[in-house]
């Protein structure tokens, strides 16, 4: 999922606890890697319909989190999946990137609450509004005029046109049912809360030799599990937020000089009770084998890399179902992502072929 948005400019409030954030430059880039573990990020992902739906979360967690949710008011419940569990509006989670004093979930509902309605109006439509001439536009939209957001509309893509309509026609009242879902939420996410900023910590300082010794690219290829990320104009920052929720899945967020991974973190941050569990990565690895759509992918890519057309054409599948086996398959370790401008391909992981069965055999032999 990647997100684009307008720039915007960073303040740090005097006396507010500043995020925990390393820098790491790389000799000979023109980018900065910076790691920023605040538990924030996830008080936004749990709200995801990809948020436990794998088998990447421990089976009690993916209980408390269904329990969770449906516990929530029912008007609640509605707007949670209309504008966030559908990922809506979940680009609003940049406005903590480019705001360092966001500390807690309390902290980001009260951030947001304090939006005027132009920028927030910026924040829930970054992801689809991206190019910079449209400000007049959406300023016109949010005053009323027809004209401006059917011009806009001419714009956004097909499948959900008419939904972020409904966002530029009343923006306010969309502000206040997302205030109102995060709310509500940042109460049943205080359970959880310092078991998962343990987690994310733990990721992070497992990481401090992979930081010391890789190339950046090669950092954040490994810590995504597979997004190769090659240095764009513009971009300085590239901003790794450890991830619980996210498993085993990154979310993506982009402005003009940043670019923010959302990754999962690894199998060895979790908190673990049972010693007969197999390791998550062996489940992955094995449930990405288990189709023969996604066998024949890696059969395909075997003899090069593939665009995302490409491999939709030769299969005769859809784009969103290629898309979702490619996403089984990162996950696993089988198969790296790159972005180059617009274009999209994949590549096989060789190298991890030769893992498939050691991993199994140390499992059931240790």
């Keep these: 999922m990647v997100r684009s948005s307008t720039p915007r400019s960073t303040r740090t409030a005097p006396g507010r606890p500043a995020p925990v954030v ?7 880039v023109g980018y900065r890697i910076e ?22 979360m421990p089976a009690g967690d993916r209980r408390w989190l269904a329990e969770a949710r449906a516990s929530l008011p029912e008007g609640i419940r509605e707007h949670h999946a209309a504008l966030l569990a559908n990922e809506l509006c979940m680009h ?29 109006l910026r924040y829930m439509l970054g992801d689809v509004i991206q190019e910079r001439d449209i400000a007049p536009l959406l300023e016109r939209a949010r005053q009323g005029d027809e ?34 879902v995060f709310t509500a939420w940042e109460v049943k996410f205080r359970e959880i809360e310092p078991r998962v900023a343990a987690m994310l910590q733990r990721d992070v300082e497992a990481r401090e030799d992979d930081i010391r010794t890789l190339a950046p690219g090669d950092l954040i290829e490994k810590t995504t599990g597979g997004l190769r990320f090659l240095p764009e104009p513009g971009i300085n920052r590239v901003v790794m937020a450890p991830s619980y929720f996210a498993r085993p899945y990154n979310f993506l967020f982009s ?23 197999p390791p998550p990565a062996v ?3 094995h449930r990405a084998l288990g189709d023969p759509s996604r066998l024949r992918i ?3 890519l075997a003899d090069g890399d593939r665009y995302l057309t490409e491999i939709a054409q030769a299969l005769e599948l859809s784009k969103p179902t290629v898309k979702h086996h490619m996403a089984q398959l990162r996950a696993a370790g089988l198969v790296t ?21 050691s991993e199994l055999r140390r499992f059931i032999t240790t």
């Excluded at 390393?22 to 000979?28: C, I, K």
């Design 337 to 357: 992502l790159t972005e180059e401008a617009s274009l999209t391909y994949y590549s096989l992981r060789r190298d991890r072929l030769d893992e498939i069965g």
């Design 298 to 300: 890696l059969h395909l």
């Design 35 to 56: 790691w920023d573990v605040r538990s924030v990020y996830d008080f936004i992902f749990s709200l995801s319909a990809d948020a436990g739906s794998t088998e990447d």
């Design 92 to 120: 609003v989670a940049e406005l903590i990137v480019v705001r360092p004093e966001i500390a807690t979930p309390a902290d980001f509902v009260a951030a947001l609450a304090a939006l005027d309605e132009a920028t927030a």
């Design 283 to 285: 489940v992955r690895l």
């Design 147 to 180: 004209v401006a957001i059917a011009a806009i509309g001419e714009r956004l893509p097909d499948y959900r046109r008419d939904q972020y309509l409904a966002v530029l026609r009343d923006p306010a009242s969309i502000v206040d049912h997302i205030v109102a």
């Design 22 to 28: 390393r820098d790491f430059r790389g000799g000979g």
């Design 255 to 277: 402005d003009a000089d940043w670019r923010l991974y959302g990754y999962p973190i690894a199998d060895s941050a979790l908190d673990s009770a049972d010693p007969l569990e």
